[in-house]
């Protein structure tokens, strides 16, 4: 992404190296400086392509000024507190981010010297430890390709593990590298961390796994040990219009075994990946010719996919007679609740139609007594418990209005249940939510 006033992807997220060195080559200077606007374009790339939960590592490259005017990052920081709710400032990301700013420029420049502290609240506001790097001498080519180097082998460290099914095993790289993860409640919080070792569970349709709620998602890519022992990354791109997955030439790999059944048998692999954690393992397709392997690892726990059950008591259909297999979605073991006693006043329509479904009844007494008395007791217990009080006597006042305009032909009954209704509501000792009022007895209800 290039940046100015304005901001311009330059390319989408890619694995295409060419693609991105031919776009580097083609960056333009602009009218001016505004790290604001590059912040904002940042968020709208990431949400728009990994979502809300995926970490990112984001590098700003700037020749180290921050910028003149009202568009300078002094003036973004000292305004930050005062943007509206609709266009806040981009910092914290809506993402987990680190920030990691790098100036083409030497330590004593004292451009840099002045807008080092800038920088540095910058990244302390993403909350997330970044880091500011910049060169001790005159820069060259090489002090920055050394710099840059220096930077990916800090921050892009690889996940190297081990893929495992029963005899099975592969190892396997992760990238990007997954990061331990704090899930958080009302009370406590926990980190759960990956294990090394990801173990096949089992086997899932892809239609049955669905699209479940995940905290992450990474390319699967073998990794082989030569005589030197350094790793080795293996081609795990698989050419959709040919069937043959493998090729005698290439070293054979349970990972890019695994990668061709579960294309071809259109199956995801449920693997634990830490203490009753669990992810899916797919084939995922990134163009029309050539698939990968992809790990997406859910939240913890074994209830992460509400609609398979507990994962934990997951097993083989073979174990079983076909009467005995169920199907997905498996149905909960406690039986819901679609009780219609809550209330749900958040627009005055709501309310509107809660009074109007109680006055139905009451222009039907004596026929609705029992149902005049059920609405009119869930009313009044949800204004109690809301602290609604002026909704008691307003009810009220409508049962009087409707006593002096009811027919001549109405029955008796209706009149007296009406005002009965209309007292109790304004009775400050049957204020207690617990209270229910019960219909008035009459000569005409009694038999």
Not at 91 to 109: R, Y
Not at 138 to 156: D, G, P, R
Not at 406 to 413: F, R, S, V
């Amino acid at each position: 992404m290039a940046f100015s006033s304005l901001y311009e992807e330059k390319c989408p997220f890619t694995r295409d190296y060419n693609l991105i060195k031919g776009e580097l080559k083609n960056i333009d200077d602009y009218d001016k400086t505004c790290i604001e606007t590059a912040l904002h374009g940042v968020n709208q790339m990431v949400l728009s392509e990994w979502g809300n939960n995926t970490a990112c590592q984001i590098i700003l490259v700037t020749d180290g000024s921050t910028g003149v005017g009202p568009m300078s990052l002094k003036e973004s920081l000292a305004t930050a507190n005062q943007r509206s709710a609709k266009i806040p400032f981009p910092v914290p990301f809506s993402f987990p981010a680190k920030l990691h700013i790098i100036c083409l420029t030497t330590a004593s420049d004292p451009c840099f010297i002045k807008s080092k502290p800038l920088y540095q609240r910058l990244i302390d506001m993403t909350g997330y430890d970044g880091t500011i790097s910049v060169q001790d001498t005159f820069s060259n080519e090489a002090s920055v390709t050394s710099m840059f180097q220096k930077l990916a082998e800090e921050i892009y460290s690889t996940f190297k593990g081990t893929l495992k099914c029963g005899n099975l095993e592969s190892k396997i790289i992760l990238s990007p590298a997954p990061v331990p993860y704090t899930k958080v409640t009302d009370f406590d919080s926990q980190t759960y961390n990956l294990w090394d070792v990801l173990d096949v569970c089992g086997f899932v349709s892809v239609g049955d796994v669905g699209s479940p709620m995940a905290i992450s998602r990474h390319l699967i890519l073998p990794a082989t040990s030569s005589s030197n022992k350094t790793e080795h990354v293996v081609k795990n791109e698989v050419d959709i219009t040919d069937d043959d997955v493998m090729d005698d030439s290439k070293t054979p790999s349970f990972c890019v075994l695994l990668h061709g059944a579960l294309r071809v048998e259109n199956m995801a692999a449920l693997v634990t990946v830490g203490e009753n954690w669990f992810g899916f393992i797919y084939s995922w397709a990134d163009s029309k010719k050539k698939s990968n392997l992809m790990l997406t690892i859910l939240s913890p726990g074994s209830d992460a996919v509400p609609w398979l059950g507990d994962l934990n008591y997951l097993g083989s259909s073979d174990s079983f007679s076909s009467d005995q297999v169920g199907s997905f979605p498996v149905r909960p073991t406690e039986k819901r609740s679609y009780s219609q006693n809550g209330v749900v006043w958040i627009r005055q329509a709501g309310l509107q139609s809660d009074i109007q479904k109680i006055l139905r009844h009451a222009r039907k007494l004596p026929e609705k007594t029992q149902q005049f008395y059920k609405e009119l007791n869930r009313l009044r217990k949800a204004a109690i418990s809301l602290g609604f009080l002026d909704l008691l006597n307003g009810l009220a006042y409508i049962f009087e209005q409707e006593c002096m305009q009811l027919p001549g032909t109405a029955h008796p009954d209706c009149a007296l249940q009406l005002q009965h209704a209309a007292d109790v509501l304004r009775k400050t000792q049957n204020r207690d939510i617990k209270y229910v009022i019960i219909p008035l007895q009459t000569n005409y209800t009694s038999s």
